[in-house]
């Protein structure tokens, strides 16, 4: 069975200061992808990021960058300089990959509140 | 590029009643994935489609149903409507399934009465 932890329920930060949503999952698959999303009111889940369970590269992406520790199971997420349009619910999701298909197990998510 | 987009908006049924709810991915995705979004029970997987044959279900009960068409357009069905069947159902593409990114609508709203 898989299963995705996202402890922190909600989080505020007042604009400009850094924040980072933990991520911890449980899997018994040796590949898999894992995955993180936005979730503005309009309720739509905006694609962030899929990184592979063999690449534990770190990535940046502007002011967004992932920390993937496979040795903790880990997948954390930092917005540098939060802004008040960062302002979301945020999920973290994992699914076994080469089985030809998605099906993502997400995390409660985080919703994260940024304070002009 | 349009994205994922899903009719209706959103719906209010009565218990007993059906529903069917419709979702045209990318252009070019031949995936197509069903969720559903509870505060309860958050974001559950419910069935996925590749060229019009469902490869993976997840664990609701035979109510829910869906079916994708050769265009790549899917639908999904939940029958004998419930209280609980409130949710917000979305439905996400991707090119293959299990590859690339994979994009999702903005929902279907349900409330069921």
């Known amino acids: 069975a898989q299963k995705v932890t996202q402890a922190q329920t909600e989080i505020s930060v007042v604009e400009k200061e850094d924040v980072t949503l933990d991520c911890v999952y449980e899997t018994r698959d040796t590949t898999y992808y894992l995955f993180w999303y936005k979730q503005p009111p309009s309720g739509e889940l905006v694609f962030l990021i899929r990184?592979?369970?063999?690449?534990?590269q770190n990535e940046i992406s502007g002011r967004y960058s992932w920390n993937f520790q496979k040795s903790t199971s880990s997948f954390n997420f930092t917005i540098t300089a939060s802004q008040v349009v960062d302002s979301a619910v945020y999920f973290c999701a994992l699914s076994p990959s080469g089985a030809g298909s998605y099906q993502l197990t997400f995390g409660k998510g985080t919703k994260l509140s940024v304070i002009p | 590029k349009a994205g994922v987009t899903q009719t209706p908006r959103y719906l209010i049924k009565t218990r007993g009643q059906q529903v069917t709810l419709s979702c045209s991915p990318i252009?070019?995705?031949?995936?197509v994935s069903w969720y559903q979004q509870t505060p309860g029970q958050g974001l559950q997987f419910l069935f996925e489609y590749f060229s019009e044959t469902q490869r993976n279900k997840g664990n609701f009960p035979g109510r829910f149903s869906g079916r994708q068409f050769s265009n790549s357009r899917s639908e999904m069905n939940v029958s004998t409507l419930e209280l609980g069947d409130s949710a917000l159902y979305l439905c996400?593409?991707?090119?293959?399934?299990?590859?690339?990114?994979?994009?999702f609508g903005e929902g279907s709203r349900l409330t069921v009465l």
């Open positions: 252009s070019g995705h031949r995936s």
């Open positions: 990184r592979n369970s063999f690449d534990e």
């Open positions: 996400a593409s991707s090119v293959a399934g299990g590859t690339g990114e994979l994009f």
